[in-house]
């Protein structure tokens, strides 16, 4: 286990380029696998996620070579193992992303219940419901699921029982391959939903309705090889203007992705008193400037009622991003209603802060009273999961005193050499072994 020691009150200042979004990644490594020829990824994340992706693919037979820190090519021509490392697949939630592909190249999966952050309760059952939609036999047992499939999936009108992400983008890569037209009703539009669907077309897919909560996937028999680049991690951004606004830092965030993808996040920050500016350049791609001196006031609602940050489906606020909100909320004058609707034992994390001097009431699992500003002070404490994590660094960055946080490896899976890239900012951070 490694740790971080942190000293903060210490504002930040430079440039820092946001990093590949684990999100798209992660589906668009998986979806090599129903190829007929390499699949070349640009600008991967060098996160603990992807690793375990790449790992897993490994396994099952996936050629991998590393054309670059951030880049692969991914060819499965040669894959015939059906059966994923329970090992690796416990470790990773995305490891759901295999089911369509494996099912499609081989007709059978055999995967183990997939793991991740321990954030609550995780259904994967729109996945197993989509895919029966399409044809195939689903067999849950104790430890995992095998879903088989006689002759190739068939289209079919379907609605997911929810706007899953993941429950999508496997949606959408078994019906790519199935017979006929296949309609997916209330499907997630999030940006990596959408590179996900474009991965597919420039491999040969026929989707219409890309960005939309209705795809339209008419079937084809075979598709080929294909290159994609993983676009900016929009909650990376998020987090990182949330991070240097609680510092009163001045930090530029360069190839932060197109400022569509940020509408909503700038929205809900500017509600806690941070301003970020967005500028274009054309040789750069699109820049986010977080300047010192942040107003750090919460606006309130009409007739002065207590404002509420929550989390919904795209284009939302997302749901990774009210860990963040929360610890920014800390610093800003005035209270505020964190609203967490997708996972009961996110907000759960916030004893730590309250543990640092945050004024904190948690309502229910789901809700938390934030009411700022409060100093914070250095402390020990542990990362339960990749967002809280990252909350809880941002709290010791903005901290008086010393701060060491436990389990960093959690940070690591979804932020990409933090320490690191902080440090060239003038962060006084260090790992270190325990």
């Given at each position: 286990m490694q740790v971080f020691r942190i000293e903060g009150g210490h504002p930040l200042r430079g440039e820092i380029v946001a990093s590949g979004n684990k999100n798209a990644a992660l589906p668009l490594a998986a979806l090599s696998l129903m190829l007929e020829g390499p699949l070349r990824l640009r600008n991967l994340p060098a996160i603990g996620d992807v690793e375990t992706m790449l790992a897993l693919l490994e396994q099952l037979g996936v050629r991998v070579d590393r054309t670059g820190p951030h880049d692969a090519a991914l060819d499965a021509r040669e894959v015939t193992e059906s059966a994923p490392s329970a090992e690796w697949t416990e470790r990773l939630r995305g490891s759901i992303l295999l089911a369509a592909p494996l099912l499609t190249r081989l007709g059978r999966v055999d995967l183990a219940f997939p793991g991740g952050d321990r954030i609550g309760r995780r259904r994967i059952d729109t996945h197993l419901l989509a895919l029966k939609a399409l044809g195939a036999r689903v067999v849950v047992q104790s430890s995992g699921y095998?879903?088989?499939?006689?002759?190739?999936l068939r289209g079919a009108d379907l609605l997911l029982d929810e706007a899953s992400v993941t429950a999508t983008e496997n949606t959408v890569m078994a019906a790519a391959r199935a017979e006929g037209r296949t309609v997916i009703r209330n499907a997630a539009c999030e940006p990596h939903v959408q590179e996900v669907c474009r991965a597919l077309v420039a491999a040969g897919a026929r989707?219409?309705?890309?960005?939309?909560?209705?795809?339209?996937?008419?079937g084809v028999e075979a598709l080929h090889g294909a290159d994609a680049t993983v676009g900016a991690d929009y909650v990376e951004v998020g987090s990182l203007i949330a991070l240097?606004?609680?510092?009163?830092?001045d930090v530029c965030i360069r190839r932060a992705g197109p400022a569509e993808h940020l509408r909503m996040i700038l929205m809900q920050l500017a509600r806690l008193g941070i301003i970020a500016e967005v500028h274009t350049d054309q040789v750069r791609g699109d820049e986010v400037r977080v300047a010192p001196d942040q107003p750090l006031e919460v606006a309130a609602d009409a007739r002065g009622a207590i404002p509420k940050i929550e989390d919904a489906p795209w284009p939302g606020f997302p749901a990774?991003?009210?860990?963040?909100?929360?610890?920014a909320a800390t610093q800003a004058r005035g209270s505020v209603?964190?609203?967490?609707?997708?996972?009961e034992s996110r907000m759960f994390f916030v004893d730590q802060l309250i543990n640092m001097g945050a004024r904190i009431v948690l309502c229910d699992p789901h809700r938390a009273v934030v009411i700022g500003p409060a100093p914070l002070r250095g402390a020990e404490i542990h990362s339960p999961d990749i967002r809280a994590g990252m909350a809880l660094l941002i709290a010791s960055l903005a901290a008086e005193g010393t701060s060491r946080i436990r389990n960093v490896e959690q940070i690591d899976r979804g932020y990409e050499h933090l320490d690191e890239r902080l440090q060239r900012l003038g962060a006084r951070i260090e790992r270190a072994g325990i």
């Open positions: 095998t879903i088989t499939r006689d002759g190739p989707i219409e309705g890309i960005g939309t909560n209705r795809l339209v996937v008419d240097a606004a609680v510092t009163g830092s990774d991003l009210t860990s963040i909100a929360t610890v209603l964190i609203f967490e609707k997708l996972f």
